[in-house]
């Protein structure tokens, strides 16, 4: 026997409720946050303030009976680890757009950064690099390979139009 | 110092390249840069000390720990420690564990930290994912995709010894067993099923399998797209893979779970270099491919001595309409000899497969009704789907869409919502409809009162309601809003209408007049703006019996402040009748009550007196039974037959109908419907009355100034009551 999540109910502009059934105690996984809610609880209800007006958090409820949310299982994330260096002062992640991390040289050996999937978009292949600077400003760019980020994708933001003549319902973005 | 490069760590794995920028693993010269398992160190860490290498043995945890300020230990994957190792400043050392195919080299950089050694290494090991052992992320095709790399084994002996009987073969990924039960035909899709339970559970939900006769000789090597734990789906696509042909498998067959590659070596050039591919689709010439998964019949590639290379090609090959995947794994064993020990290492790779077809956007329509997620989708799009609805015959209907999205993995969102658009009959969009009430609820209150509650979410309506609509029927169908006329109340009388404590929303609580036992009644509450006479569209009808017999006379407080005398023993007052009914039981009238006694014990007390209004009290140790009775009256003088000072029947004509006992406290009738008024007058000046199908008990009324009545007991055993009943305190 499975936990048994019912369709959210909204209860105010951005705000939705859920219920379920099960057997407890319940885990509950937020997909927009990538994160546990409760890992365990008795509850049966839960009210989620939403990212989006009219669509609610995704989210997976498991009761007792069952193993790992799918975010779990599919975590979304990739750690990037590199050896600090003699006479670099700073290092910088960027994702070929952005910089993402500065991490200053502490003489701790090795440092990382963990890269969390862009959980808005649906390209899974992250670009990394890593380029090190020294005291002078001079610096060194290394180019890692393009890593694949697994995670559960969510549903873009939509909304829906109705054209009478055909009398077609089509999903759109917001 | 334990010797850098030497023992295990005696073969050394490199990549190859080629050209001045470099170009990798396409074969070429050998690279400076070792082919080494990923590894992360932890948050705790021992600053000066750098990790070289480290076996291929090692595939999840590893230990490597300060003995002192300048000593290292290490534990391997499901090792054990080894000896501290002496690690001196820039020292390249290698410290194995008691183990020595489990190791790992490290160098101690005091350019970098001149600390003491101290601390240590919680080492997790993970393989490679889309290197040269696993290869580039594949998609899904309709065609065979192949994929070639090579990687250089170099003895980089740290002592000048030869490294001999260098073996490398295919690694396994799951546990052999025999076809047994099923096997593939001569060609096409087909399953292989073994005999033993749970046989395949530990196979990869998706890949190769290696099919060997009982001889033993390789028959064929097959792509499976999907298992259980005793079956493989082979498609027809995944027939004679790896340079094998399809075959008809026999039971006495045995199957191993591989990954989808072969191997080759190719010794080295007078310069050290092999060949070099244009691409990693471009095969490499001259090679024989191996895929034995033993080192006895894998490549037998001889001895390398020292600063000697030899290229390891790998041949990846992905079939037609392969199945995605997020894992695959790729693995090549190795052993080696030096100074006469035998040594092994692992070469792990992964890599992914997705299928851009399953890519999609996936719609669900509900008319009327929430979407339902478990049936397949009505309408699917790489994008933005679309689904052609039919308009409801009349009225209008809510459309809800509901949609996920499934990524080129196959991996589905949690999306459980819905957005929703509203159609009349016409085809024509119309606006959404002011915002049913949610939490609908019916209870059973005292003397067959019945409370309505519900909420109503004002801040969802862009115009929102003004008005509660309780449409409502008592005679066991639906209500019906298109023709019954509602109970309004305003969302701002405050009588029935509280705004919520817990969020914005109004909340109602309505009490019905008071209802006949066993009445059927049946609720829809609606929402309406009297402005613009819109009204929410809800149909759905809260039930509810009225019962308020045994469980629902429970004592109400407010009733005991009414209370202006003790209701046991006698009142003092103007007495209009008394008469003994015998056995000690008698009645007595005043001006606005009625009490039943047996002894000095009040039975039954009926009152009238507040607000015209009247109640009627029970002993609080008074419990009520269903039980119908209907034996013939031994005395019909009364008809209230007292036949001990315990036990008295309430006849309807010359028949026991009703029973009160006081040895265990119990009233019986075959029904009861307290409270539920009775709406004959009986114009009698005596405390009962009756003919053959009902008895009533009367009283007094002040304000009528005449009998009434305030007890019926019908034939069918039905007792009703004027007044709720109350039961009292003492």
Partial sequence: ?174 | MAIAYTKGDTLGIYRTATGLTGTYNLGGRKDGREIVPNFFVGPVQIPPIVILSASGNNTTEGYLAAKSASTLSFIGTGGTEGSAVTCNARDTVLVEDTDNDLWIRVYRDTDYSTADLGGFFNLTFLPEIHGVIGGAIVTKSGSVQNHYGAVMLSNHSGLGEACSSIKAWIGTLGTQRLSGTAQLGGAGGGTITTATADGFADWPASGWCRITTNAPALREIVYYSSRTSTSLTVPADGRGRLGTSAAAGAATDSVDCVPGIRIGYEAMDSNGEIQAIASATTAPTGITWDTDITSALGLSIGTLNPRENVGLWIHREIPANVTASILMENKINLSYVVDGVTYTNVLRGNYRIKDTSLALVKLWLGVDADPDFTTAPDATAALFPSIVITPPVSGISEYRIGCKYTNEYGITSHDTGYQSIWVNSSGAQVDAPITSPVDVSLENRQAGVAILQAKYRKTLDSTPADTWRIYYRTNGTDPDPAIDTPIEILLTDSTYSFPSQFDNSMQLRYAFATQAYNTDLRVIVRMYNSDTTDESINETVTQLTINTSTQSISPIPQAFAMMKESYSGQRIGTELSTLDLGNSWRYRIFPDEFLLYTGSTVVMRSTIKEYAEGRIYVPATFSFDNVAHSAAAVSTTYLIEAVSANVAYILVGSTRRAKIDLSTNVIEAAEFDWGAGISEDIPVNAFAWGNSSATYLLQYSPIRGRFVPWLKLTSGGVLSTMFPVTQRRS
């Fill in chain 1, 1 to 174: 026997m499975s936990a048994t999540l019912q369709t959210p109910v909204k209860i105010g502009p951005y705000l939705f409720r859920y219920e379920w059934t099960g057997t407890p105690p319940f885990r509950v996984f937020d997909y927009d946050r990538y994160q546990y809610i409760y890992t365990d609880t008795d509850l049966t209800r839960l009210e989620i303030a939403s990212r989006y007006e009219n669509q609610p958090t995704p989210i997976q409820v498991l009761d007792s009976t069952e193993g790992n949310p799918d975010g779990v299982t599919y975590p979304g994330i990739a750690r990037v680890q590199w050896r600090g260096q003699a006479h670099a002062s700073k290092y910088e992640v960027d994702n070929g757009l952005t910089i993402l991390n500065w991490t200053p040289e502490t003489g701790e050996g090795y440092y990382e950064y963990v890269f969390q999937h862009d959980l808005l978009s649906t390209i899974t292949d992250q670009l990394i690099s890593l380029t090190t600077y020294d005291s002078e400003g001079n610096t060194v760019n290394t180019q890692l390979p393009s890593t694949s980020l697994i995670s559960v994708p969510n549903m873009f933001n939509f909304n829906l139009s109705y054209d009478s003549g055909t009398t077609t319902i089509t999903v759109g973005a917001v």
